[in-house]
Structure formats: structure tokens, C-alpha cells
């Protein structure tokens, strides 16, 4: 992939629309992509940028606002494709930037799907032998995005403006083979995040990247029962002027996967914001820190105690995957390092939390109960203090004698009895709870099968305690009552050692917030940053080398990078954190948008296409 200079583009010529499934409709990563990028992308493109997603979210109303009298060229389209009976909807986005937003309900043309896929078939020879709602609604909503472009790229073509449409993987680009097939004038670009086969095969592969270059696509498409979306997701690489995808990892699979090098690589940013001072790094991290410490006290005090000011937390989170996440390796990890800081008799307590969405009935009874309980009797304490609050001031004012009185003595037998009956009835010889809920398959779960198994179960000698809580972390959760972000800033250490990332948010987010975090050079955003100058552990990035050692071996690298860890200084965290926001810079949109500005060059120069 040898880089071409390429002149700028004139954006005054040009009008860019963006397609992905997650437009207004929360999935997963890409929604972070595209929402993150919109505030770059509306200043750098101002009104000639709009994005096109589904209207299929039932809370679309809360993101989206409708726009009923507007002039211009796409309003004009929409009203003309609602003319038709389509349900299409014009308007803003309501987040950072309000981008211009075009939303397609598929199921107002269902009517026409036999149609649609018949033509798909006839014209690009994909099978739809099987019945899959999600893949009827993707060819429906590709069906009407199609139809759009079509329209306004003739709209653009009056007005000298020239069409690129960017679209984000196989569930938004299906219209691309038409484009090509019909010669629309519209400069496609394509962007795989992870190639569905790539996903599939590492999660059953211990040596998905030695056997990569050696497998057919075909047989393993059959195999995993994926053949109609793996062959639309060829036709969307080979159909578009430029193909690009989010890191060198992901490059690899794309040519041996889809039969097509990338010509570009788009990695992925956030918004950064910095504090003007540094401090407030650490006051934000301490704060966070306070409120975690609520939920550990409910949660393991109830049955033993340790010191809070020798506590480390470290976290990782995402999808389930268990072995693609690296949640294998971080577990097998945390047995070693339990086991070493004990040998070490190291006088530090490390709570781990694993926060992955998995399907369960409700939140533990007990865990519940405990933090109710632990309410309780801060609410008991906030009323004895108040109580000798008062009586402390009246008797300043009424005595003779100037001593301090006995403080016990202003306090009721009423509230001296509910104090100690509420923590009897609290403490518990139980040990605490490992997961925060009631899983649907507890005897199954691979991470509960693996702290069942290495006898890692919250045991009072234990110096990692493990957390597993199968749910988002939100303001409206009432274990945690703070949200995602807020958990991430009062934690010490974010892990996520991945097998298969083809980016991997969590990192970056991660050190935006002054938290130090492990990757793998095996993620796409570990690949990238080990080439970066400040990509080092004094910035906050913890390296776990998984191309080329085996999985104990980078089991045994990853406990003795948490042990150092453990073992280091306050001072030495602190300076850490802030040098983390450093290279946090690096992940900002604004650095990073320059890559797309080259993708889109690179499509101008390539257009028109020859058959």
C-alpha cells in the first residue's frame, strides 16, 4: 500500500454521504465511529455531509429530529422517494456536529423483497436460500439507499458537484454492486471493520492467523452457515472504487478473506478533550475512585474487609468473546498473579471487573440486599451525626464546663440499638458474590467455568477479587449509579490482551481518560501504537506480545506486566496518568481525519470506472 501525494480535495465540488447501519441506532462500535467523527466532518464539510442510516431503533425519536420544511437537494429527494410511499425521513442527528441525517424505514418497502432479492441474484449471483429477518431488512434498507443515491447523484451532477458515498461494512454497502453494475456517477468507498469469516475463524481457531493465508473462503463461509453475507461482503470490496479497512491486522484478512488488498487504512479516533490543568486529572480520578469504593464495600465487606487505601482496580469490558476478547488470557493471568503477590506476601488487594454483556434473569438478590443494607447504615450514621451535631452545639452554648463532652452520650439508645442491629444483621460468613446477577446459563458460562475451575472465588486470602458483572455500566444502574465513562476515570488499569480486535475502542478510551490500559499486538489499535514514538509504558500502554509466542507465554507476560504494575509507586501512577492524555492526542479525530481526506483523493482519481 505505498502512499500516493494526492491534492486536496475541493470540498465546494464535492458532497459526501456516509452510510452505516449504526446511524441513530446504537450496536456496536461503528456507532462510536460515526458519532465521534460527525463534529470533524460537519465543520471540515459543512452542509455537503449527510448521513444515511435505518430507521429501525425504537427510541429513534430521541436522537433524531426531523427537519419538515427544508430546501434543498436532498430534502427535495426524500420527498419525492415519500411520494413513492416510502417511509424516508430527512433531519439531524442530535449529537455533537447535528449532522444532516437521511433515515430509511426497510419495512415500508418490504412489499417489494421477493423483487429485490431476485434482482440481487440475477445480477450478482448471491444466493438467498434462507429465511433471515436481519438480512431482509439490511436488502431492503440497501434497496432504498440505492434508489436515493441514484437520484442525487443526478440532483449533483446539475449542480457540478461531484458524489462520494462511504459506507461501513457489508450491512450498509449492499448497494454498492448496482452502483458499479449501473455506472451511477458516485466514488464508492468501502470499509471493513472486521471481516465476518475473520471473526468467526478466530473464535475457533487457536492459530486463526498461521492458518489465514491457507484457508479458502468458500468451504469455511458453508461451514459457519454465512455463505449469502460473506459473498456480499466480497461483492462490497470489489465492487467499490476504494476499499479500505481499520488497521493492518484487519488488512491481512481482507486479502485473503475477500480477494482484495485495502487501499487505504482508516484507523479509528475520539473526540479527546484535555483540562487545562493537570490536577484535575487526578481530583476526577479520586472522585470516581470514592464511588467504586461504595460499591466494593457493599459488595465484599459484607463478609470481610480490606484496606481501601491498598486497592487497585483494574477492568476490561466489550463484547463476549471470550477467547477473541482475551478474556481467556486475562483470566489465566490474574490466577498467576494471585498466586505470585501471595508468595510475594505483597500488601496490595487488585479487584478485578469484567463488565460484558451476557443474557441473565436478574441482579443477585443478595448483592442487592448488601449494598440496601450498606445504604442503611450510612443513612443510620448521617442521622447520628446529625443528631450529636445538634446536642454537641447546645451544650458549647448552655455549659460552664469548656471540656468536650462524651460524645457517646449524646446519642439515643434508639440509634446506638438500630446502628448495631443494622450491621449484625449485614456482615455474612458467605463469601462474596463473583457475578453481580442471575445468568441464564451459570453452569455453562465460560468465565465462571474458569474461576470455578482455578479455585479463584473471592476467597478472604485472595489478593485478586474478581467482579463479574454482566451488564452495561450506566447512571441507572443501581449497583454502580455512575456512568461508563465516570467507571473507567476511578479505575487503575484497563486490560484487554485480544486474539482477534480489528481496532479496539476501549484502549483509547482508556487512556483519554488518564487510565493506563494493556493491548496486544494482535489488536489493530496495538499494532498502531507500538509504532508510535510515546506508544511505550511511560505513556500508559501496556504491550502483550500474541503474534508470535504461545498462549501460556503471553499468559505469563501479562501477570508479570500486573505485578509490576502493582508494584509501582503512587508517584510514579500519577505522572503516568497525565502522560497517558499525551498520547491519548494522538486517537484525536482531528489528527486522524487526514487518513479518510486520502481515501477520498484516492476515489476522485479512480472515477470514472471502466467495465
Not at 446504537?26 to 456507532?31: E, L
Not at 479520586?286 to 459484607?302: L, P, T
Not at 482508556?510 to 506508544?535: H, I, N, Q
Not at 496518568?577 to 499525551?582: G, H, L, P, S, Y
Amino acid at each position: 500500500m505505498g502512499k500516493k501525494k494526492t491534492k486536496e480535495l475541493n470540498l465546494e465540488t464535492r458532497v459526501l454521504a456516509e452510510v452505516a447501519w449504526e446511524v441513530c441506532n446504537q450496536v456496536g462500535g461503528i456507532y462510536t465511529v460515526i458519532r465521534s467523527k460527525a463534529p470533524v466532518m460537519v465543520k471540515k464539510w459543512d452542509k455537503n455531509y449527510l448521513l444515511l442510516g435505518p430507521n429501525i431503533h425504537p427510541n429513534v425519536s430521541a436522537d433524531f429530529e426531523p427537519i419538515l420544511d427544508a430546501d434543498n437537494a436532498i430534502a427535495q429527494v426524500v420527498r419525492d422517494l415519500r411520494a413513492m410511499g416510502w417511509d424516508v425521513q430527512f433531519g439531524t442527528w442530535l449529537v455533537s456536529g447535528r449532522p444532516q441525517t437521511v433515515l430509511f424505514n426497510p419495512h415500508s418497502v418490504m412489499g417489494q423483497l421477493g423483487n429485490i432479492k431476485y434482482y440481487y441474484w440475477q445480477n450478482h449471483h448471491i444466493e438467498f436460500a434462507n429465511y433471515d429477518p436481519l438480512m431482509d431488512q439490511v436488502m431492503a434498507f440497501g434497496f432504498m439507499v440505492h434508489e436515493f443515491l441514484s437520484r442525487f447523484a443526478r440532483v449533483c451532477l446539475d449542480q457540478n458537484q461531484e458524489l462520494l458515498a462511504h459506507f461501513h461494512e457489508w450491512m450498509a454497502g449492499t448497494a454498492i454492486p448496482d452502483i458499479r453494475r449501473e455506472q451511477i456517477p458516485i466514488k464508492t468507498i468501502f470499509t471493513t471493520h472486521a471481516t465476518l469469516l475473520g471473526r468467526y475463524l478466530a473464535m475457533n481457531d487457536p492459530y486463526f492467523y498461521d492458518h489465514l493465508p491457507f484457508m479458502n473462503w468458500e468451504t469455511e463461509a458453508k461451514n459457519f452457515n454465512v455463505d449469502t453475507i460473506a459473498r456480499i461482503e466480497r461483492a462490497c470490496a470489489h465492487g467499490a472504487n476504494v476499499l479500505t479497512t481499520v488497521s493492518e491486522v484487519t488488512a491481512k484478512e481482507c486479502v485473503h478473506l475477500l480477494g482484495r488488498s485495502p487501499d487505504a487504512i482508516l484507523p479509528n479516533g475520539l473526540n479527546i478533550e484535555r483540562f487545562s490543568v493537570l490536577h484535575e486529572v487526578q481530583n476526577l480520578h479520586h472522585k470516581y475512585k470514592d464511588q467504586i469504593n461504595n460499591f466494593v464495600m457493599g459488595h465484599f465487606f459484607q463478609s470481610y474487609t480490606f484496606d481501601l487505601d491498598k486497592v487497585m482496580y483494574f477492568f476490561t469490558s466489550g463484547r463476549f468473546e471470550f477467547k477473541n476478547k482475551g478474556y481467556d488470557l486475562t483470566l489465566e493471568a490474574l490466577a498467576r498473579l494471585n498466586h505470585k503477590m501471595k508468595e510475594q506476601n505483597i500488601d496490595m488487594t487488585v479487584v478485578m471487573f469484567f463488565v460484558t454483556k451476557q443474557p441473565f434473569y436478574s441482579i443477585n438478590q443478595e448483592v442487592l440486599t448488601s449494598r440496601a443494607m450498606l445504604e442503611e447504615i450510612e443513612n443510620n450514621c448521617e442521622s447520628i451525626m446529625e443528631q450529636v451535631k445538634d446536642r454537641l452545639f447546645h451544650a458549647a452554648a448552655t455549659n460552664s464546663d469548656h471540656r468536650l463532652p462524651e460524645l457517646n452520650e449524646l446519642v439515643d439508645d434508639y440509634w446506638r440499638l438500630r446502628y448495631r442491629r443494622t450491621i449484625q444483621s449485614w456482615k455474612s460468613d458467605k463469601l462474596p458474590s463473583v457475578v453481580t446477577h442471575n445468568l441464564m446459563d451459570d453452569a455453562n458460562d465460560q468465565i465462571l467455568t474458569f474461576l470455578r475451575q482455578a479455585n479463584l472465588l473471592n476467597y478472604r486470602t485472595d489478593k485478586v477479587k474478581i467482579v463479574y458483572h454482566p451488564d452495561f455500566i450506566s447512571s441507572t444502574n443501581p449497583l454502580f449509579g455512575m456512568e461508563y465513562g465516570q467507571f473507567v476515570r476511578g479505575c487503575h488499569l484497563g486490560i484487554f490482551p485480544s486474539y482477534y480486535e480489528p481496532w479496539g475502542y476501549t484502549p483509547v478510551e482508556c487512556l483519554a481518560r488518564g487510565v493506563s490500559a494493556v493491548t496486544s499486538d494482535l489488536s489493530g489499535f496495538g499494532d498502531y501504537v507500538k509504532k508510535l514514538p510515546m506508544g511505550n509504558e511511560e505513556h500508559g500502554i501496556y504491550m502483550i506480545e500474541r503474534e508470535n509466542q504461545d498462549y501460556h507465554s503471553a499468559a505469563e507476560q501479562l501477570s508479570e506486566k500486573l505485578l509490576e504494575y502493582v508494584k509501582s509507586s503512587r508517584k510514579k501512577r500519577i505522572q503516568t496518568r497525565n502522560k497517558a492524555e499525551d498520547l491519548s492526542e494522538e486517537f484525536d479525530w482531528k489528527n486522524l481525519v487526514k487518513h479518510y481526506d486520502e481515501a477520498y483523493d484516492l476515489a476522485c482519481q479512480k472515477f470514472p470506472i471502466e467495465k
